[in-house]
């Protein structure tokens, strides 16, 4: 889930972060809360509005923002047009990066997490893509261009309202 009182929202691609190791505190300084499985429903079983043939990866859709397994999103291989419909109506992606290892070098997940970057990058949504570990991003892949978040104490200030 995600507060639209965030300073990453509205901004496009740029505005997003890799938050490392994507504590509560990380995620909360930019209006994020991990999604929780409804009642009867396990996490993952969320839907893309408009999509079912990748609904396993999904672990929170509504309010434009998707929040969604990066390992199942890059191993169900989406085409093109279904990941530029999505980024249509979710302009916010949430990707938690359970695959830091398989997403450097040239294996096929590596390849395909460039091309899903690619995508977004151009569909001009904002991606906060959160890892437990620091992701080995090759230069070309355009996550390598935001901003790094490592450390509680790295939050920026600017924007956040509270009491």
Do not use: Y
């Amino acid at each position: 889930m995600i507060s639209t009182e965030n300073p990453g929202w509205g901004q496009g691609f740029g505005g997003g972060r890799i938050i490392v190791p994507g504590t509560e505190r990380q995620l909360g300084a930019f209006g994020l809360f991990r999604p929780s499985p409804s009642p009867g429903q396990a996490t993952g079983e969320g839907q893309a509005r408009g999509q079912t043939s990748w609904q396993a990866a999904v672990k929170h859709a509504e309010g434009g923002v998707l929040w969604i397994s990066l390992g199942q999103l890059l191993e169900q291989n989406i085409p093109e047009p279904e990941l530029t419909g999505v980024a249509a109506t979710h302009e916010t992606w949430v990707l938690d990066a359970d695959v830091p290892g398989k997403v450097s070098g040239s294996g096929p997940l590596a390849k395909r997490f460039v091309e899903v970057a690619r995508v977004l990058e151009q569909c001009d949504v904002t991606v906060f893509l959160v890892s437990a570990s620091p992701l080995p991003l090759d230069p070309a892949n355009p996550f390598s261009a935001l901003a790094l978040v490592e450390s509680s104490e790295e939050l920026p200030v600017e924007g956040i309202h509270g009491s």
